[in-house]
């Protein structure tokens, strides 16, 4: 039977319309596979690759904190090829023996780290003599990259020097303002007491007995005597002014009155803020901002002892100071432990920066005269630090010890363009051609679904204005300059989503229906 079947159904007239539905099954069947294979690799190439979590360790581009900055050609330096690069290599130079000497590789959460210790291993094994072979020395182990505060166009500077005082090794009528030095009941946390090197911010203390700890003294408390009788004197100097002054610029030159001379250097503070004593001169309008000096800020002085005592006490914070051995002909010493140089090295904020960077500074600045316009295109090496010094362009530019050195210093209160030179190995720009790309954004209908929106509490805060009419004038002034830039918004937190609603699909809900109206009709 099934013979005969077989044989009926496979006729001439017959096979004639089965043989073309034969052959595209057998092409349908020997294809499959490559055609499932071009469906996934269409699918692979429209879904973006998975990134897993944690995300892979990466060398993310140079980064300082509070800052913006724009990578520059050496063409677009303005005054670099003016300069005579040379002076600063050898000032270079002399910042590369302590890097070398640094033995703790660990690393100390700047963004240079330990980057110069390739450009100062060139550095010193070659002594440079002519001033093209050192700008091409700086151009070629450096980018140069223009650096600003958040929200600035430009830094900002202002110069120091060392004075030279008149003093005595022994206390009389003429000289009767100590010097200190360093107390023994000063105490850092995380620093042994004897350390040769104290932060310059941050709390300090004092400490009564063995355990408690309370705020060391104030300037107003060291001068009425709070420390007086401990043998801490060092000299003795006419007035309190020229202390004050001293304490200013981190060190001085005492002449004393026996003919020969010592030199001073900062060595820790009380913990207590700087205060600029020429700030409060300019608030209370007795000296006109544009006519501020450091020698206007002395004739006051002179001119009205009984005011400069209340002005100078406003000052809380205090300096205290060691003595060094060193000669009339050698310079100061800065916070890196080297002779600083005169006209090239100058003091910038330790917490952002390190010792032995150098930085360009550009622009005009008054050095002739306070109302002269000096080009000053000059590149400088950070060697030195200070309390007042805070920011990513904020220098102190070191002119060097005497009056003439000080009549320049204490006119500079301007504005400049600030390019530092970062090392190769930590170029931005290259460092940016290696960063990953952000995770896909969600699509339009997920972001309406779950829109991020800031809670009730913080978008009534963002909404109140940023100086309250009611608000007291004294927590104005309690805010610092160093914070962020102003009208900078910080960051609030955004809640996470709610979870999705449970929604029940179109086919649960017509079998619902169905099924009510089935029990109905029964």
Not at 306 to 313: H, M, V
Not at 413 to 428: E, G
Request: aromatic share 8%; proline share 8%.
């Amino acid at each position: 039977m099934v013979r005969e079947i077989w044989k009926r159904g496979f006729t001439a007239h017959r096979l004639k319309y089965w043989t073309p539905a034969l052959a595209l099954s057998v092409a349908a069947v020997a294809l499959a596979p490559y055609a499932a294979e071009a469906v996934r690799s269409r699918h692979r190439a429209a879904t973006p690759p998975v990134r897993h979590l944690p995300y892979p360790q990466l060398d993310w581009p140079l980064e300082i904190s509070n800052s913006q900055y724009l990578p520059l050609a050496w063409n677009d330096v303005p005054g670099w090829n003016d300069d005579d690069q040379l002076a600063a290599y050898r000032t270079f130079r002399a910042s590369c023996k302590p890097i070398a000497a640094k033995t703790d590789a660990a690393p100390d959460g700047k963004p240079l780290g330990d980057s110069l210790r390739d450009p100062c291993r060139d550095a010193r094994a070659t002594d440079l003599a002519d001033n093209a072979a050192a700008r091409a020395f700086f151009e070629r182990h450096f980018e140069p990259l223009k650096i600003s505060k958040l929200g600035d166009a430009d830094g900002f500077v202002t110069g120091y020097y060392e004075p030279v005082i008149e003093g005595s090794r022994t206390q009389n009528e003429v000289y009767n303002v100590p010097v200190y030095r360093r107390p023994s009941n000063l105490f850092v946390r995380g620093f042994k007491q004897d350390a040769t090197s104290l932060p310059n911010k941050g709390p300090v203390y004092r400490k009564i007995g063995r355990r408690k700890l309370v705020p060391y003294y104030d300037r107003a408390e060291i001068e009425d005597g709070a420390i007086e009788g401990r043998g801490l004197e060092i000299a003795w100097l006419r007035n309190q002014t020229d202390l004050l002054f001293a304490q200013i610029q981190g060190s001085a030159r005492i002449s004393l009155d026996d003919g020969s001379t010592i030199r001073i250097n900062y060595d820790a503070y009380n913990g207590l803020p700087y205060t600029p004593v020429g700030r409060i001169l300019i608030e209370r309008g007795i000296i006109p901002r544009e006519q501020m000096s450091m020698q206007r800020i002395r004739d006051w002085m002179e001119q009205n002892p009984e005011g400069a005592n209340d002005l100078r006490r406003m000052n809380r914070s205090y300096i205290f100071f060691r003595e060094v051995q060193l000669s009339e002909k050698d310079e100061a010493v800065g916070a890196q432990g080297i002779p600083l140089t005169p006209g090239r090295s100058i003091a910038v904020d330790k917490s952002l920066h390190v010792y032995g960077t150098p930085f360009f500074i550009t622009g005009e600045l008054p050095i002739e005269s306070e109302k002269s316009k000096t080009a000053f295109h000059r590149l400088m090496i950070a060697q030195d630090t200070g309390s007042a010094i805070v920011g990513p362009a904020r220098a102190d530019l070191y002119f060097g010890a005497g009056q003439d050195a000080g009549k320049v210093s204490g006119r500079l209160k301007h504005s400049i363009q600030f390019v530092m030179l970062v090392p190769k190995s930590l170029d931005p720009v290259a460092r940016g051609r290696k960063m990953p790309l952000p995770d896909a954004r969600p699509s339009e209908k997920i972001a309406k679904l779950f829109p991020q929106v800031l809670p009730k509490e913080a978008a009534k805060a963002a909404a109140s204005p940023v100086n309250d009419a009611k608000a007291p004038a004294s927590a104005a002034s309690a805010i610092p300059t160093t914070t962020v830039a102003q009208n900078v918004v910080a960051p609030q937190p955004v809640p996470l989503p709610e979870a999705r609603p449970r929604i029940e699909s179109d086919r649960n809900i017509r079998r619902l229906r169905y099924g009510r109206r089935h029990r109905n009709r029964r």
